[in-house]
């Protein structure tokens, strides 16, 4: 591709640049009008041009998103894992072809400026290795509007779910880039048989980890620290990350402090969606104590819950909601949950609006970083590698 010039573009500190784009890569960023470009010039209009959002958590085989509505069931005697899976089952036995519901999906998640995902895909012994063959395929389709990575996810248990750890195994070798747990002790009531298993496959194949922790109060906290315990043991400092986490959210401020850096200082990252009924993760004393949070959207219209958008930047909004962030500062942090910090959890290079990095930049219509946090805007211009990918939500191919 030859160069382009993106001209009149604000950046974070408010000032307007022209950006040169070559072969899909940041070649400079010169303030707004200092040099006439020779190269071909797209006009941003001084509208906030931010890094692509990172989705660090969704699930690309259970959603029914573009399917036809499916009321949600609620659990019978409050909320229940192993209800959740039961009700999941009957729902995809009659949803559309996961493929379909997988695309779309991407689409609503690339039109809202999402270009990096990490999406969990059920590998168990009740679909085996079916659906993550599915959304491998999906993914080589989608190589040039967004990077996904895809974790081999247990959601039927690992040590209760007959064959699954060489399913997890092979999984790894099939395509897949990192390997899930779930709920060692409630789900698998086996912590130590559950993470040797996910640290079993993730230390022969060398692939990170992302593990479904719902578990409430001491028993997540404990589970956290066994997980923290055994990534400074392996030296995976930085390549395991907890999603939900929902125990932090029940412990007292020292608790919650003191364990805060044990995770720290392991290098595990917290991902939360700071769902609507759930405890979640006190995400403002997590990063004071130097954690990485980081943040998806997870569910999509599936069989947890009817929420669901696939716009990072609303997701911020939700973070910052719920976590009670008011000041500007506050609100730069839930945005950088959605970007830089999911970017680090996830060890995606070269990402950023830095002369050096890859060109996946968003458009958005908004003064400001806190700005963008609270109005989340529509009508976005979505670039990967320099290439227009999506305008007013529309994926262009
Ligand atoms: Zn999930």
């Not at 993550?132 to 779910?161: C, H, M, W």
């Not at 029940?250 to 003191?258: C, F, I, T």
């Amino acid at each position: 591709m030859t160069k382009t010039v993106f001209t009149n573009a604000r950046l974070a500190d408010g000032m307007s640049y022209d950006i040169g784009v070559d072969n899909g890569r940041i070649v400079s960023i010169d303030p707004a009008g200092l040099k006439a470009a020779l190269e071909p010039t797209v006009d941003l209009a001084g509208e906030l041009l931010v890094p692509g959002f990172v989705e660090g958590h969704i699930h690309l085989d259970t959603s029914f998103y573009g399917d036809t509505w499916i009321p949600h069931r609620p659990c019978t005697n409050g909320f229940d894992v192993h209800e959740r899976v039961a009700f999941q089952a009957q729902n995809m036995a009659v949803a559309a072809p996961m493929d379909r519901r997988a695309r779309d999906q991407l689409d609503l998640c690339i039109g809202n400026g999402t270009l990096h995902m990490r999406s969990h895909v059920m590998v168990d012994g009740s679909v085996g290795l079916k659906s993550l063959e599915t959304i491998l395929a999906v993914r080589d389709d989608y190589k040039n509007l967004i990077d996904i990575q895809i974790v081999a996810f247990p959601q039927s248990g690992i040590l209760k779910s007959l064959g699954t750890p060489a399913l997890l195994d092979e999984a790894i070798t099939l395509g897949a880039d990192l390997v899930g747990g779930l709920d060692p002790a409630s789900f698998d009531r086996d912590v130590n048989g559950h993470l040797d298993v996910v640290f079993g496959v993730a230390e022969k194949h060398g692939v990170d980890i992302d593990i479904h922790l719902h578990d409430a109060g001491s028993m997540g906290a404990f589970t956290i620290e066994e997980i923290c315990a055994r990534t400074v043991v392996l030296g995976m400092q930085g390549h395991v990350a907890i999603s939900h986490a929902y125990g932090l959210g029940d412990l007292q401020q020292d608790a919650a402090r003191k364990i805060a850096a044990t995770i720290a200082k392991s290098g595990v990252s917290i991902m939360t969606n700071a769902p609507g009924n759930h405890s979640f993760p006190p995400v403002a004393l997590l990063r004071q104590e130097g954690v990485t949070v980081f943040s998806g959207n997870d569910n999509i219209r599936d069989s947890w819950w009817p929420y669901g958008d696939g716009d990072m930047l609303h997701r911020a909004e939700i973070i910052g909601y719920r976590s009670g962030f008011y000041t500007d500062e506050e609100l730069k942090a839930a945005f950088e949950i959605v970007t830089s910090e999911s970017a680090k959890a996830l060890r995606i290079e070269e990402y950023g609006i830095y002369v050096g990095a890859k060109a996946d930049f968003v458009t958005l219509a908004a003064g400001n970083i806190p700005e963008a946090v609270v109005s989340f805007p529509r009508g976005r211009k979505v670039f990967k590698a320099g290439k227009l990918v999506a305008e007013g939500n529309q994926v262009i191919r």
